[in-house]
């Protein structure tokens, strides 16, 4: 019998690093489905698409395809038309387009199926904002993985001057804030911590321990 995990959280809480290393050491199959809303994003861009502009979206979705594959190596490869877009997804530009375009309600049906699909593949954990609520609500285990949006603007700013970006932590932490507002404030499935989900803040916790804490819930709980 497979087991989902189900981990939201808001901008920047590092559920995609954490949930991967999860991941790894339990032998489950990561499913990152922020990087579905990015994908999305980076079509729009392309397009000359505004998010705002809600029924040209919707057209522009009949007319693309998101793919959720993994090479080799087990790592997740996200495809738009055929074309790999992992890195070209991970920008703040990217993560920005995210939060806008997953505020149609279009957009989320367009990638609910896929997600749910993905969840049946076996022993899995997805992360992103309504897994818990709306994606998997049935899930075996669910956690609200956050921290302080000062703590998530921080270790973002790092990660990405470590890349070789020129950016200020000034204007991480404004994306950060104006992300949480819109992601908790949207009309459709609203980023908000499940009822039965457990609370797992790592303002005070360094990464190895962030993963030791997500693991260590699964484990009592599965």
């Known amino acids: 019998m497979s087991v989902a995990i189900a981990i939201d959280g808001p ?118 904002r309504d897994i818990g609520t709306v994606v998997l609500p049935d899930a075996d285990v669910k956690i609200f993985l956050t921290a302080a949006p000062e703590a998530r603007a921080e270790r973002r700013y790092k990660e990405l001057v470590e890349k070789g970006m020129d950016v200020k932590y000034e204007d991480i932490l404004a994306d950060v804030k104006e992300r949480d507002y819109n992601d908790s404030h949207r009309a459709i499935a609203p980023l908000k911590q499940a009822d039965d989900a457990v609370l797992a803040d790592t303002t005070e916790v360094d990464l190895q321990g962030s993963i030791d804490l997500i693991v260590s819930i699964i484990k009592e709980r599965t």
């Open 11 to 128: 901008a920047g809480a590092g559920k995609s690093t954490i949930s991967k290393a999860a991941a790894k050491q339990l032998g489950f199959i990561y499913i990152d489905t922020g990087a579905l809303y990015r994908t999305v994003g980076l079509a729009a861009s392309r397009r000359g698409v505004e998010p705002v502009e809600g029924k040209e979206v919707e057209k522009m979705l009949a007319s693309i395809k998101v793919e959720l594959t993994f090479n080799d190596k087990g790592e997740q490869v996200v495809l738009l038309d055929g074309e790999d877009v992992s890195g070209l997804i991970r920008t703040p530009e990217a993560s920005m387009m995210a939060s806008k375009i997953s505020a149609i309600p279009a957009v989320r049906a367009y990638l609910l199926d896929l997600q749910r699909d993905m969840a049946k593949k076996g022993n899995v954990i997805l992360d992103g």
